[in-house]
C-alpha cells in the first residue's frame, strides 16, 4: 500500500465510505504507534519522515471523527468474525514488515494471494512417555486412565494432551525417573507428583522423578517449557535446561532452550527464581528475562518483557515481535515439523504480526509473503526465496 492509497482511505474515512476493513485498519495503525518516537514526530509533523506525516493526517482525521470510538468497536466485533472465515488474525486487517533498518510498513490483507496448493496441518497433542525400564508408551493412542506404575506413582492419562502422577510417597525409597517427549508437531501437559503442572511446546522433552524423595526437585528440560510450581519451601524446584539452572520456590516462568537457538530464555511470570551458569548467577523479578549465551555463558537480564509474546505456544497462537524471518522459521518448522530450507540470501527483514496455530501452514506463509521473500510447500519441506541481492 502506497502513500497515495493510504490518504485515499483517510480520506473515504472522513466522509463515511470507508469499509469495516479500512477502519479497523487505520485504527490498528494509529493505536500501535502511541508512546513511539514516531508518535513524537507526528505530533511535530516532522517533514523529513513520510511516516510521521502519514500519521500526522491519520491522526488529525480521528480527532476529526466525532464518536469514532463507538463505531470502531462495533467494526471490531464485525472484522473478528469475517477474519474467522479467512486467514488473518493478525492485529485486524493488516500486518507489518520491518526491513534489516527496522523501518515500518503496512500492508492491506487484501494483497495476499494463494502462492501453493500443497499444505501442511497444524501441530497437536502428541507425545511419548519413555519409562524408567526403556519401554515407551505412545500418549496419541492411549485410552484415557490408568496407564501404568512407576515406583509408588501411578501414571494417568487424565484427558487428551494431559497426563499427571499421583501425589508422591514418601515410603518410596529408589528414584524412578520418567521422560515426557513431544516430537515436532505436537505438545503436552503433565502435572508432576508435587503438583507442579508442566506445559510441553514442540520438540521438546523432560525428564523427572515418578516421586520427588530428595531434598531437592530437579528436572531436565529441552526444547520449551512453560512451569507452574507448587510451593514447597523445604524442597527447591530446579529446572536443567542446557546448561544453565533455574532454581524456585514455587512460581511460573517458560524456559526456551532449544539446541538450535543461539541463547537459553527464562521468562518469569510470577514469583522468583535465580539463573545460574557455572560461576555465573542472577536473581529475577517477574516481567524480566533472562538470557544465557550458549556460547560463553554470560547471562544477563531482559526487562519489562512482552509476556503475551512469550507464551503465545502455550496460549495457541504465534506472535511475533520485530521477529527476524530464520527465527520465525525454527519456530514453524517445529510446529509443522518440516525442514526449512533457502535459496538465494538469507532474509534480513523482520515481521511484527499475531496468529493462531490452528492453522494449516500455508495461512502463516501467504501472511508471511506479503515481504519480498517468497516460500512454497514441497512435501514434507518448505522453501524460502528472496527476491533480495
Known sequence: MNKTEFLHIIDKFLNGASTPEEDMLLKRYYESFQSTPIWNEAELGNKDDEEALLLKRLKEAMLQKKQPTGKLRSIKRYFWLAAASVIL???????????????GTIIAAGTIKEQTKADLSPGGNKAVLTLADGSTIDLDSAGNGKLGQQGNADILKVKTGELSYNNEKSSEAKIVYNTLSTPKGGQYQVTLSDGTQVWLNAASSIRFPTSFIENQRQV???GEAYFEVAKNKEKPFIVHANGAQVEVLGTHFNVNAYGDEPEVKTTLLEGSVKISKGNNSNLMKPGQQSVVSNNNGDIYLKNDIDIDEVMAWKNGGFNFNDADIPSIMREI?????????YEGTIPTDH???????????????????LSDEHFRIEGRKIIVTSNKK
Do not use: C
Not at 333 to 341: L, N, S
Not at 361 to 368: E, M
Open 89 to 103: 488474525i493478525v492485529g485486524g486487517s493488516y500486518l507489518y514488515l520491518f526491513n534489516s533498518n527496522k523501518k
Open 220 to 222: 531436565e528440560v529441552t
Open 333 to 341: 518448522a517445529r510446529w509443522y515439523d518440516v525442514e526449512v530450507t
Open 351 to 369: 515481521f511484527t504480526g499475531k496468529m493462531t496455530r490452528n492453522t494449516n501452514a500455508s495461512n502463516v506463509l501467504k501472511i508471511l509473503s
